[in-house]
């Protein structure tokens, strides 16, 4: 029984920060490429970030870039989203995702096999 469950949204001020976290159970952690997606009201699901299985390599979306960071831990199967110097633009119901294969750098969510649930990060100005 696959599982990744989020935690960390919330509602933050402009320039703040928030740490996403997804612990993911249920599959050899190991063995996924893990990617951060983030879906706003009336706009489709895009890409913000990706790393690889052996979090060697990470590939993030130009609008999130040098601000938010991906990482993961392989002992505690969890992956983890620093998001920093956050904006309005940046609010939406952020998705983790698991996938097979070694491809890190794919920006699609088609080829991803499991979802979080989402969480809600807001931010004010």
């Known amino acids: 029984q696959v599982q990744l469950v989020e935690s960390g949204g919330g509602l933050v001020q402009a320039g703040g920060s928030l740490r996403l976290s997804c612990v993911v159970s249920?599959?050899?952690?190991?063995?996924?490429?893990m990617g951060w997606f983030r879906q706003a009201p009336g706009k489709e699901r895009e890409f913000v970030a990706t790393i690889s299985r052996s979090a060697d390599r990470t590939n993030y979306a130009n609008s999130v870039k040098g601000r938010f960071t991906i990482s993961r831990d392989n002992t505690k199967n969890t992956v983890v989203l620093q998001m920093n110097m956050l904006n309005p633009e940046d609010t939406a119901v952020y998705y983790c995702?698991?996938?097979?294969?070694?491809?890190?750098?794919?920006?699609?969510?088609?080829?991803?096999?499991?979802w979080g649930q989402g969480t809600q990060v807001t931010v004010s100005s």
């Open positions: 249920g599959l050899p952690f190991t063995s996924y490429v």
């Open positions: 995702a698991a996938k097979t294969g070694a491809t890190y750098y794919s920006t699609s969510a088609g080829p991803y096999d499991y």
